[in-house]
């Protein structure tokens, strides 16, 4: 495994590091499991959030024994002081550990910088916490390109770290995240594999590495297989005139308008799974699994069909998605 000096944090981390999204579809024996697997492979770096259910109470009971063999990063969604210190006592304890090594601001959108770092925003909460100890390092997270731009230009004295999408469809941060390396933030790409929606995963993290604007990619793992097959991509190999071809195939096919599976759209007020609904068309067009795909869309508690059309998940989803309309279209697909 290859790392990377993560900015001007100095943290040594694995180019190809953990991304702990998809460990609140497992169990503790799973996630046990997908840690022995990151510690023999040497992937060092471990990252989850506040908002991903019982992740970070999973991959604490993992870590018990073995907490220094690995950077602990974490996020909250808080925008106060009060909320942000709640969340950082709530992530020591979930944890099991006496200190964080990298804790970032969640999803931050741009309406919302200046509550942060203003007077009683969250950004005071993650300073105290880091003078005392219980994080090393503060970092945010963002979906919005202009938002970015702003937190690189004008609060790069105050942040350690940025993470933002970036994939083979999603280079929408290239030149920002360029200019955040120059300023000294570490770099870190969440959604490599575009929420999952991208097939050929040595492609896409060869992809990110060969763009030079990210230091390492925190692909979701929630499985032993997944962390293997991960460590396994050869990173130094440039792209060949083929794969640039591929790349962009796959960029004119998938487009601007597909989900993320990120989840913020939740919840629906109908209780419509709305990632689930876009991934089982998504298995019906794109793998031609029509029987397969119709049958485990039938038997969703909740249908497309069944959309009030009340706009709350569209005001949600960082990357203003016609929801509405999306499901609307699955409808028409399986009839419900």
């Given at each position: 495994m290859n790392y990377v000096t993560l900015g001007k944090t100095g943290l040594k981390a694995a180019v190809v590091s953990f991304g702990g999204i998809p460990i609140q579809r497992a169990d503790a024996a799973n996630t046990k499991a997908v840690v022995d697997k990151l510690e023999e492979l040497g992937i060092n770096f471990i990252d989850t959030a506040r908002g991903y259910t019982v992740s970070e109470e999973y991959l604490g009971a993992a870590l018990e024994g073995r907490r220094e063999k690995f950077l602990?990063?974490?996020?909250?969604?808080?925008?106060?002081?009060?909320?942000?210190?709640r969340d950082i006592g709530i992530s020591l304890s979930n944890l099991r550990t006496g200190y964080i090594d990298l804790y970032q601001i969640h999803n931050l959108p741009e309406k919302e910088i200046e509550t942060v770092f203003g007077p009683g925003g969250?950004?005071?909460?993650?300073?105290?916490?880091k003078a005392a100890g219980k994080i090393g390092h503060i970092g945010v997270t963002a979906h919005s390109a202009d938002a970015l731009k702003i937190l690189v230009e004008q609060y790069s004295d105050r942040l350690e770290t940025v993470m933002f999408p970036y994939n083979i469809v999603e280079t929408q941060g290239h030149d920002v995240l360029a200019r955040a390396r120059e300023k000294g933030l570490g770099v870190i790409a969440m959604k490599p594999l575009a929420g999952g929606n991208l097939d050929d995963w040595e492609l896409a993290l060869r992809f990110i590495a060969a763009a030079g604007v990210v230091d390492i990619a925190i692909p979701?793992?929630?499985?032993?297989?997944?962390?293997?097959?991960?460590?396994?991509?050869?990173?130094s190999s440039p792209l060949t005139g083929a794969e640039l071809e591929q790349c962009a195939a796959i960029r004119k096919e998938l487009g601007s308008q597909f989900c993320r599976r990120c989840g913020y759209c939740a919840?629906?007020?109908?209780?419509?799974?709305?990632?689930?609904?876009?991934?089982?068309?998504?298995?019906?067009?794109?793998?031609?699994?029509?029987?397969?795909?119709?049958?485990?869309?039938q038997s969703l508690a909740h249908h497309a069909g069944e959309c009030v059309q009340c706009g709350a998940c569209e005001s949600r989803c960082p990357y203003n998605l016609p929801i509405r309309e999306m499901l609307m279209d699955v409808a028409k697909v399986f009839g419900r």
């Open positions: 602990l990063a974490t996020k909250s969604m808080s925008r106060t002081r009060e909320a942000m210190e969250a950004y005071e909460a993650l300073a105290e916490a979701g793992m929630g499985s032993v297989e997944e962390v293997a097959r991960n460590a396994a991509v050869d990173l919840p629906c007020t109908v209780g419509i799974d709305i990632p689930s609904n876009f991934l089982m068309v998504n298995y019906r067009r794109k793998y031609g699994l029509g029987g397969w795909a119709e049958s485990r869309y």
